[in-house]
């Protein structure tokens, strides 16, 4: 009995509906249909940051501070940030260059120390207001940080709508007594000392709860800090407002100042208020990959141009190019029929790469640089070499003499394994090799391994249909010499039986 033939049709389908899906997301939800460009094709934002304070910074701290700092800019690790160091003691400098993104969002960003505290509230009044905080507080025992009559004084003449008493960016001692003002200089606030420390968050993500339409910043403590958090609930709550608030305090001023409406035993906590989508995941991202062991000064932020230029550019487009052509011109000189099929699949991997570059840009952050561009190139013959395995197996096939049909079925399968095996050596080369290096060379890695896995999807899914297709047409099977599959040129003595 013979074996049932390959459902070419039902494979190539699920392939034209996955590729149709891609374009919906490419071109249809979002006005930018373009790649992201990374720093040498479309330039940037450079920023010089210096320590701050009289005493010069070590070669470790120095160390700790870029590689925070790369973790912030990088997300994922494929945004192309060049993050390097410049001298060293007092005159150490850390020199960020990161493209595409605006300057002052980026220089607000990379300066934080994120000095994160809980501080239980003890006041807090509208921008303006004078209180007299000695009776509500008598009992606090202020004594402890400094005098009574100094932090009343401290309270009553904070001016929260001046931009240096809300900007923050100082690094206070959470031991002590606070006074302070909202990032937003609605509101002033005297603090008691902390009850948890930004060391004891272990995770901080950005999100939309189920039953809000507001972003969110959702925190996860250790079991120091959940135990800290339990204990200071189950105190605060029960009291009067405003002693049961707390502030969230980051980098000295009050992110948000939410009440206990009971205790808390579960160890998280989520940081809410007028957060965009951007200002959330940002705080999120400062919070999760920690504080900077210096506090920092915006020495200089300059604009970038593209430091390749359009000629280098241009030229690197060209060399490519050219190898496509030359790929091109030679699987139709030789193969000639089936060149046309490697013609199509390299049309259809460009087509889908562009795509997943733009998507990835629009998802994770992906920038595409000419280390990027470079490993598409190098991908091209990768992928060429795909067709040209299997091309070469169905010609063996039929000098073994089988007909056509036979010999396509039979030549995928010895093929298959040959291009698993290509890939899967390709795409670990990719994978080390991005996990060992830094910048520019991530990308390279990233996009050479994303090409491989175009190439094996291209390969199975609409090369492999294709050829069968093209297989059942009387063209190929009468086996002319225009289809390069012709017995005779491939050296089989009799024709006989090509196209069963």
Same mark, same amino acid.
């Given at each position: 009995?013979?074996?049932?033939?390959?459902?070419?049709?039902?494979?190539?389908?699920?392939?034209?509906?996955?590729?149709?899906?891609?374009?919906?997301?490419?071109?249809?939800?979002?006005?930018?249909?373009?790649?992201?460009?990374?720093?040498?094709?479309?330039?940037?934002?450079?920023?010089?940051?210096?320590?701050?304070?009289?005493?010069?910074?070590?070669? @470790?701290?120095?160390? @700790?501070?870029?590689?925070?700092?790369?973790?912030?800019?990088?997300?994922?690790?494929?945004?192309?940030?060049?993050?390097?160091?410049?001298?060293?003691?007092?005159?150490?400098?850390?020199? $960020?260059?990161?493209?595409?993104?605006?300057?002052?969002?980026?220089?607000?960003?990379?300066?934080?120390?994120?000095?994160?505290?809980?501080?239980?509230?003890?006041?807090?009044?509208?921008?303006?207001?004078?209180?007299?905080?000695?009776?509500?507080?008598?009992?606090?025992?202020?004594?402890?940080?400094?005098?009574?009559?100094?932090?009343?004084?401290?309270?009553?003449?904070?001016?929260?709508?001046?931009?240096?008493?809300?900007?923050?960016?100082?690094?206070?001692?959470?031991?002590?007594?606070?006074?302070?003002?909202?990032?937003?200089?609605?509101?002033?606030?005297?603090?008691?000392?902390?009850?948890?420390?930004?060391?004891?968050? =272990?995770?901080?993500?950005?999100?939309?709860?189920?039953?809000?339409?507001?972003? @969110? $910043?959702?925190?996860?403590?250790?079991?120091?800090?959940?135990?800290?958090?339990?204990?200071?609930?189950?105190?605060?709550?029960?009291?009067?407002?405003?002693?049961?608030?707390?502030?969230?305090?980051?980098?000295?001023?009050?992110?948000?100042?939410?009440?206990?409406?009971?205790?808390?035993?579960?160890?998280?906590?989520?940081?809410?208020?007028?957060?965009?989508?951007?200002?959330?995941?940002?705080?999120?991202?400062?919070?999760?990959?920690?504080?900077?062991?210096?506090?920092?000064?915006?020495?200089?932020?300059?604009?970038?141009?593209?430091?390749?230029?359009?000629? @280098?550019?241009?030229?690197?487009?060209?060399?490519?190019?050219?190898?496509?052509?030359?790929?091109?011109?030679?699987?139709?000189?030789?193969?000639?029929?089936?060149?046309?099929?490697?013609?199509?699949?390299?049309?259809?991997?460009?087509? $889908?790469?562009?795509?997943?570059?733009? $998507?990835?840009?629009?998802?994770?952050?992906?920038?595409? =640089?000419?280390?990027?561009?470079?490993?598409?190139?190098?991908?091209?013959?990768?992928?060429?070499?795909?067709?040209?395995?299997?091309?070469?197996?169905?010609?063996?096939?039929?000098?073994?003499?089988?007909?056509?049909?036979?010999?396509?079925?039979?030549?995928?399968?010895?093929?298959?394994?040959?291009?698993?095996?290509?890939?899967?050596? =390709?795409?670990?080369?990719?994978?080390?090799?991005?996990?060992?290096?830094?910048?520019?060379?991530?990308?390279?890695?990233?996009?050479?391994?994303?090409?491989?896995?175009?190439?094996?999807?291209?390969?199975?899914?609409?090369?492999?249909?294709?050829?069968?297709?093209?297989?059942?047409?009387?063209?190929?099977?009468?086996?002319?010499?225009?289809?390069?599959?012709?017995?005779?040129?491939?050296?089989?003595?009799?024709?006989?039986?090509?196209?069963?």
């Amino acid at each position: 009995m013979a074996a049932p033939r390959p459902q070419y049709g039902r494979t190539f389908g699920i392939f034209v509906i996955l590729v149709a899906a891609l374009a919906v997301w490419t071109w249809f939800p979002n006005s930018d249909h373009a790649p992201r460009l990374g720093l040498d094709l479309r330039g940037g934002t450079q920023v010089t940051l210096t320590p701050q304070g009289a005493t010069p910074v070590t070669d @470790q701290q120095l160390q @700790q501070a870029v590689d925070i700092i790369r973790q912030r800019v990088n997300g994922l690790g494929v945004a192309e940030a060049d993050v390097t160091t410049q001298g060293s003691g007092a005159n150490a400098a850390i020199i $960020v260059s990161v493209p595409g993104v605006s300057q002052q969002g980026i220089a607000n960003t990379l300066k934080q120390t994120a000095k994160l505290e809980f501080r239980p509230v003890l006041q807090e009044a509208v921008t303006g207001t004078v209180v007299d905080t000695r009776t509500a507080t008598a009992d606090q025992g202020w004594q402890q940080a400094t005098s009574e009559a100094a932090l009343t004084a401290a309270y009553n003449g904070i001016d929260c709508a001046k931009p240096a008493n809300r900007q923050g960016g100082f690094v206070s001692d959470d031991t002590k007594y606070l006074v302070t003002c909202a990032r937003d200089g609605s509101m002033k606030y005297l603090l008691a000392p902390a009850f948890i420390q930004g060391t004891n968050v =272990t995770d901080a993500t950005a999100g939309i709860p189920q039953s809000g339409t507001a972003w @969110q $910043v959702d925190l996860t403590f250790d079991s120091a800090g959940s135990k800290k958090l339990s204990d200071a609930s189950t105190q605060l709550y029960v009291k009067p407002t405003p002693q049961n608030q707390f502030a969230i305090v980051l980098d000295g001023v009050v992110v948000e100042s939410p009440y206990f409406k009971e205790p808390i035993i579960g160890g998280s906590a989520q940081i809410t208020g007028s957060f965009t989508q951007q200002q959330a995941t940002d705080l999120a991202n400062v919070l999760k990959y920690g504080a900077l062991p210096v506090s920092l000064n915006i020495a200089e932020v300059t604009s970038l141009s593209p430091t390749l230029g359009s000629d @280098q550019l241009n030229a690197g487009l060209l060399a490519g190019a050219i190898g496509l052509v030359l790929v091109l011109l030679y699987v139709l000189v030789y193969y000639r029929g089936l060149g046309l099929v490697a013609v199509a699949s390299l049309a259809m991997a460009a087509l $889908v790469l562009y795509m997943s570059v733009v $998507v990835l840009g629009r998802t994770i952050g992906f920038t595409l =640089t000419l280390a990027g561009v470079t490993g598409a190139i190098v991908a091209i013959g990768i992928t060429a070499d795909s067709f040209i395995v299997y091309f070469e197996r169905i010609r063996d096939e039929i000098r073994d003499g089988r007909n056509l049909r036979s010999a396509i079925d039979a030549g995928w399968v010895r093929a298959r394994r040959t291009i698993l095996a290509a890939d899967f050596v =390709t795409g670990l080369a990719a994978a080390v090799l991005y996990f060992i290096s830094i910048g520019s060379v991530r990308g390279f890695a990233f996009t050479l391994g994303l090409t491989t896995i175009i190439d094996i999807a291209i390969a199975f899914m609409f090369t492999r249909p294709l050829v069968g297709q093209l297989g059942r047409t009387a063209f190929f099977a009468n086996g002319g010499a225009a289809t390069g599959v012709n017995p005779k040129s491939l050296g089989v003595p009799s024709t006989e039986g090509m196209g069963a």
